[in-house]
T-cell receptor, first 111, second 115 residues
Framework: DAKTTQPPSMDCAEGRAANLPCNHSTISGNEYVYWYRQIHSQGPQYIIHGLKNNETNEMASLIITEDRKSSTLILPHATLRDTAVYYCIALPQTGANNLFFGTGTRLTVIP | NAGVMQNPRHLVRRRGQEARLRCSPVKGHSHVYWYRQLPEEGLKFMVYLQKENIIDESGMPKERFSAEFPKEGPSILRIQQVVRGDSAAYFC?????????????FGPGTRLTVL
């Protein structure tokens, strides 16, 4: 599985867009980019995933660069409840049985 | 629909005792994963089970730890002769299909404290 690198922490003003970057320069062609988050003292929560096209759902948007070496998770209008640790994970399409959670980015939404 | 349920939510054991952690997956999910999270660290994969089978236990300590997912009933993570270093949050996740590329639904976790 490709290694991912994320900044350890970020702040975002409430109501503004939160843009969380992730580098995965060694990602292979069959690896998806997944995002999960963990709100304090809770289990992780799936957010979104993508392969090479940008993706959007009710929670967030995922922008993947054309060379797939990096991606950005966008929370369009951050709320205080979005304060959490966000994990970017690269996973192959088949053969992966588990999620590798690195250290993630601790996002703090400021009122 | 009920999500993944774990019990107990908090468990206190003395060194040398046994800890049994239970996980009921989302209804209809036949794949269960256990993860451990030490204080101030990320989650670490322990074991992946399907009904009655252990598929991948590469993250499980070789001694004192075992897991099962019987045909009927919840998945159980069992820790024998607990030590202080076992104090952690243990999370269970389930998925309808195999492979990490499928969304895993996580439970609220069991926080184990070893005195």
């Amino acid at each position: 599985d490709a290694k991912t690198t994320q900044p350890p922490s970020m702040d975002c003003a409430e109501g503004r867009a939160a843009n969380l970057p992730c580098n995965h320069s060694t990602i292979s062609g069959n690896e998806y980019v997944y995002w999960y988050r963990q709100i304090h003292s809770q289990g992780p929560q799936y957010i979104i995933h993508g392969l090479k096209n940008n993706e959007t759902n009710e929670m967030a948007s995922l922008i993947i660069t054309e060379d797939r070496k990096s991606s950005t998770l966008i929370l369009p209008h951050a709320t205080l409840r979005d304060t959490a640790v966000y994990y970017c994970i690269a996973l192959p399409q088949t053969g992966a049985n588990n999620l590798f959670f690195g250290t993630g980015t601790r996002l703090t939404v400021i009122p | 629909n009920a999500g993944v349920m774990q019990n107990p939510r908090h468990l206190v054991r003395r060194r040398g005792q046994e800890a049994r952690l239970r996980c009921s997956p989302v209804k209809g999910h036949s794949h269960v994963y256990w993860y451990r999270q030490l204080p101030e660290e990320g989650l670490k994969f322990m074991v992946y089970l399907q009904k009655e089978n252990i598929i991948d236990e590469s993250g499980m300590p070789k001694e004192r730890f075992s897991a099962e997912f019987p045909k009927e009933g919840p998945s159980i993570l069992r820790i024998q002769q607990v030590v202080r270093g076992d104090s952690a949050a243990y999370f269970c996740a389930s998925s309808p299909n195999s492979g990490g590329y499928n969304e895993q639904f996580f439970g609220p976790g069991t926080r184990l404290t070893v005195l």
